[in-house]
């Protein structure tokens, strides 16, 4: 047998099985899941006011947690602590989902409050 049919005989027995532990590890860049939150806080606002700059988010990740900061712009008037609550349990759950870190906290800033069109006109405001 030449060395050319060892290789062959080789790769014809299939794929080889190799232990989880011997696999290695994906590692998925924090600017990545600063980006899945900022989509999940974009969810969880929508829609947004029409002159409102898009949700962002800045994220401290050690081991398995993750800490965010996400930055908002919301319409006025509304309820705004429930808007912040369905923007940190939007975050929570798509995170943990599909980068499977435990969120330890998610402090929502609001940026800037947009007054609602209706309410303006009907005061006779403009801007």
């Given at each position: 047998?030449?060395?050319?049919?060892?290789?062959?005989?080789?790769?014809?027995?299939?794929?080889?099985?190799?232990?989880?532990?011997?696999?290695?590890?994906?590692?998925?860049?924090?600017?990545?899941?600063?980006?899945?939150?900022?989509r999940a806080a974009?969810?969880?606002?929508?829609?947004?006011?029409?002159?409102?700059?898009?949700?962002?988010?800045?994220?401290?990740?050690?081991?398995?947690?993750?800490?965010?900061?996400?930055?908002?712009?919301?319409?006025?008037?509304?309820?705004?602590?429930?808007?912040?609550?369905?923007?940190?349990?939007?975050?929570?759950?798509?995170?943990?989902?599909?980068?499977?870190?435990?969120?330890?906290?998610?402090?929502?800033?609001?940026?800037?409050?947009?007054?609602?069109?209706?309410?303006?006109?009907?005061?006779g405001r403009t801007?």
């Amino acid at each position: 047998m030449t060395p050319v049919d060892t290789v062959a005989g080789e790769l014809g027995r299939g794929p080889a099985v190799v232990t989880p532990g011997e696999r290695g590890a994906t590692r998925i860049a924090d600017r990545v899941i600063a980006k899945i939150a900022s989509r999940a806080a974009r969810e969880a606002v929508e829609p947004l006011p029409p002159d409102a700059a898009a949700p962002h988010a800045t994220v401290v990740v050690h081991h398995d947690t993750a800490r965010f900061r996400v930055h908002v712009e919301l319409d006025y008037p509304g309820d705004l602590g429930e808007r912040c609550a369905r923007v940190r349990r939007r975050v929570t759950e798509r995170v943990t989902d599909l980068v499977d870190l435990h969120v330890t906290e998610v402090v929502v800033q609001v940026e800037r409050l947009h007054l609602a069109a209706a309410l303006g006109a009907a005061r006779g405001r403009t801007r």
